[in-house]
């Protein structure tokens, strides 16, 4: 086992290499860039405008394309008068006029010793201004999981006993319902419900803590923080505990109809005893390789639209104003963040189901 072990933490820098090699070109043929982005901004211009202008010729032809993104008229007259060596003085200072194989390579040099860079928009390194955010995004991940754990064990184990029962038909429709409605929907009700939209003004819209935080006392900042990530939480939970709970159901009617369930029953054994002894331990083995995926979904993605709409400062909100703003050093070390978690999870993942039933044995596996 521990040679399989070692084999998937080898493979780590490949994957990433590989998601950093395919978005690298995707970039590179994408409209607009941080050189156009900044001309705009200088110009008074919207950077969709300069975008068109540049036609989507990549960041390797950013010198001719911003050349031409000069004759762009603009009310300002402030913006006139920008001369081409200002120009290639912005691409220098972007980095932009060095070929691209080179600049990948720099890229993939630094992220070897994890020097993520410094932001093209925000005077600060990336890997601080990561390491500043990373604790929101990862206390609503684990809380949201916790929670959806908490929730969808018991109620998948509830559903699989009385399957076919008008309990296990109504939950179906909730749970149908909360996974087909996206995320944001249900910040929006909540927002309108609870948080000063139009009826209650119970919870904060912005920000985990208060502006006052600091003066608080100790038990006080406890009651603040979990005031200000309720919200959050509860939308990032409605979202994603469908999926864990159904796959909890299909695991326990799974093991229900097997043949070590119909000897204990034979034998006189308990319900109860049947199902949390016997049946729970091997129902669960597909619930907890399914922890990953659900902390790496609500990292990836409830967690990005949930700081957007409730203004949280992790690295959710931090990846989409980067994006907006083609801050590219920042989409990158946010990226290669949420891939590095991600790997690193789903071999947590693996060791856990070989600590639950250590007869998996990966090496011996048939590939």
Known sequence: MLSYFLRRLALIPITIFCILFLNFLIIQVAPGGPVEHMLATLRGASPDVTARVTGGSGQDTARTSVAQALNVSSPYRGAHGLSQEFVIELERQFGFDKPAYERFLRLVKDYMTFNLGKSYFRDQDVLSLILEKLPVSISLGLWSTLIIYIISIPLGIMKAVRDGSKFDIVTSSFIIASYAVPNFLFAIVLIILFSGGRYLDLFPLRGLTSECWRMLTWS???????????????????????????????????????????????????????????????????????????????????????????????????????????????????????????LLLNVISDIMLHLVDPRIDFERRDL
């Open 220 to 342: 006080e900042r406890i009651v603040d923080y979990f005031w200000h990530i309720t919200l959050p939480v509860t939308v990032m939970t409605i979202g994603g505990f469908a999926s864990l709970t159904l796959l909890t159901k299909n695991a326990f009617l799974d093991e229900l109809s097997k043949q070590y369930v119909i000897t204990a029953r034979a034998k006189g054994l308990s319900e109860r005893n049947v199902l949390y002894r016997h049946v729970f331990r091997n129902a669960m083995l597909l619930v907890i390789a399914g922890f990953p995926h659900t902390l790496v979904s609500l990292l990836f993605t409830s967690s990005i639209l949930t700081e957007v709409i409730f203004t949280l400062d992790g690295l959710g909100l931090l990846g989409f104003e980067a994006a907006q703003r083609r801050d590219y050093p920042v989409v990158f070390g946010t990226l290669y963040v949420f891939s590095l978690i991600g």
